[in-house]
């Protein structure tokens, strides 16, 4: 029986992206690890492991080419060997600005995290849906999930382009899981909350200026009280909600949600 995995994970190099990388490297899988830079240990764990590994160092503030690079990808795997029976898109890169107004934002910066965290996945969304679907769909469990926060569920001041960012991520979710319901064989989609972790991300809003962001206590405060999961426990969760048989059906979701 055809048990292989194929999985496209962005911001692969640090964080909850790296914590993912490490169990998606199983025997017999490809794994697509997307981010600015290589970690060489990926590579030394996936031959361990009897895993395939293709690393690409990308920025994904420039978008257009990664997500033609993807789909040429995706047609020469298809051409090279059988549909795997699973793929996945796991959209997890993201770019935090500042923790302040948005008016002290250069307009660089404001751009870049947009085109990484919502710009980015539609393209590469897009890419991976028209290689594995369209005309000739493989035939496959295909599944994409997009790696939301409660930010894109409830404002938070000195975050608006955080929030903007998973709001939208959202939505996009909501509006392609109809799309793709409308197709024999679509893929399912998730915009997933993962809880609070200790990332960079939390380093940089508790150590923020409590003068320019108002909600800098409360995050040192989830700090000291030891109320965030390592970027370990929060991956095992994400990656055991990708794999369950009712994924898909709420579109927007939490891990912390029961089920």
Same mark, same amino acid.
């Given at each position: 029986m055809n048990d292989a995995s194929l999985v496209i994970l962005t911001g692969a190099s640090r964080g909850l992206?790296?914590?993912?990388a490490e169990p998606l490297l199983q025997p017999g899988s490809t794994l697509l690890a997307l981010a600015r830079q290589p970690v060489p240990e990926l590579a030394a764990l996936a031959a361990q +492991?009897?895993?395939?590994? &293709?690393?690409?160092? !990308?920025?994904l503030a420039e978008p257009a080419p990664v997500a033609a690079r993807l789909s040429a990808w995706l047609v020469a795997q298809r051409a090279a060997a059988p549909a795997p029976a699973r793929v996945r898109l796991i959209h997890n890169a993201?770019?935090?600005t500042a923790p302040g107004p948005i008016d002290a934002l250069p307009a660089a910066e404001l751009a870049a995290a947009l085109r990484v965290g919502l710009e980015a996945p539609m393209l590469l969304t897009a890419a991976f849906l028209a290689a594995t679907g369209g005309p000739v769909p493989w035939c496959a469990d295909r599944r994409v999930l997009f790696i939301s926060s409660g930010l894109g569920r409830r404002a938070m001041a000195g975050s608006a382009p955080y929030c903007a960012v998973k709001g939208g991520l959202?939505?996009?979710? +909501?509006?392609?899981?109809?799309d793709e319901a409308a197709h024999p064989g679509g893929a399912r989609v998730v915009s997933l909350a993962p809880g609070v972790i200790d990332t960079d991300m939390q380093v940089q809003l508790r150590g923020a200026d409590a003068a320019r962001f108002a909600e800098?206590?409360?995050f040192a405060e989830l700090h000291r009280s030891g109320a965030l999961d390592s970027p370990a426990m929060a991956a095992a969760k994400?990656?055991?909600?990708? &794999?369950?048989?009712?994924?898909?059906?709420? !579109?927007?979701?939490? !891990?912390?949600d029961p089920g």
């Open positions: 992206g790296r914590a993912m +492991r009897g895993a395939t590994l &293709e690393s690409w160092a !990308v920025d993201a770019l935090l959202d939505h996009f979710a +909501r509006a392609l899981a109809l800098q206590a409360r994400v990656l055991h909600y990708l &794999e369950r048989a009712d994924f898909g059906q709420q !579109v927007t979701a939490d !891990v912390r």
